[in-house]
T-cell receptor, first 112, second 112 residues
């Protein structure tokens, strides 16, 4: 299995609070991605990174920000969580070719 | 935008073949993928096919691509109970920093 960990694995938070999810990889891969998974929607891309300090928006980026200060870590921040952000969040990584993405175990976030 | 569609459910008997179908709309798709998700787990990359191929076989898995009809299928031979999972089709267009667009997933149930 690709060396990807996500923390926390489960979190319950209240509407309006900030939340940061962490993705850590030990593969030294260039690309990192954040997706959310919701029933009936499959996985949708939130943000991705193509190198340290290089990030771009995905399909559903509103309400989310990301940072990548080191190759191994990619952080996803919800500045002010809303109930619509209740979801399962997956991190993925990919090497320089970018054609094989490997996924972490996921973080289940509940916003009450 | 890009769209990937799959049927939601498929049930088969143990030992039979399973065929999971997917259609996509983006004619510039470069690679097409099949991922497997078991309950409570992340996504596991099963196989992928480059758009200039029409078939790829890997042990019990056969991927067929009809580029003209934008139709992708995954055949699992001798389906086992351990194959019960959600299967996601995904595609990435060329020049997209390898962003994946996923279908909603097909729940495969293998009956004893």
């Amino acid at each position: 299995d690709a060396g990807i960990t996500q923390s926390p694995r489960h979190k319950v938070t209240e509407t309006g609070t900030p939340v940061t999810l962490r993705c850590h990889q030990t593969e030294n891969h260039r690309y990192m991605y954040w997706y959310r998974q919701d029933p009936g929607h499959g996985l949708r891309l939130i943000h991705y990174s193509y190198g340290v300090k290089d990030t771009d928006k995905g399909e559903v980026s509103d309400g989310y920000s990301v940072s990548r200060s080191k190759t191994e870590d990619f952080l996803l921040t919800l500045e002010s969580a809303t109930s619509s952000q209740t979801s399962v969040y997956f991190c993925a990584i990919s090497d320089g070719t970018g054609y094989e993405q490997y996924f972490g175990p996921g973080t289940r976030l509940t916003v009450t | 935008g890009e769209d990937v569609e799959q049927s939601l459910f498929l049930s088969v008997r143990e030992g039979d073949s399973s065929v999971i179908n997917c259609t996509y709309t983006d004619s510039s798709s470069t690679y097409l993928y099949w991922y497997k998700q078991e309950p409570g787990a992340g996504l596991q990359l099963l196989t992928y096919i480059f758009s200039n191929m029409d078939m790829k076989q890997d042990q019990r898995l056969t991927v067929l691509l009809n580029k003209k009809d934008k139709h992708l299928s995954l055949r699992i031979a001798d389906t086992q109970t351990g194959d019960s999972a959600i299967y996601f089709c995904a595609e990435t267009p060329s020049g997209s920093a390898r962003q994946l667009t996923f279908g909603s997933g097909t729940q495969l149930t293998v009956l004893p």
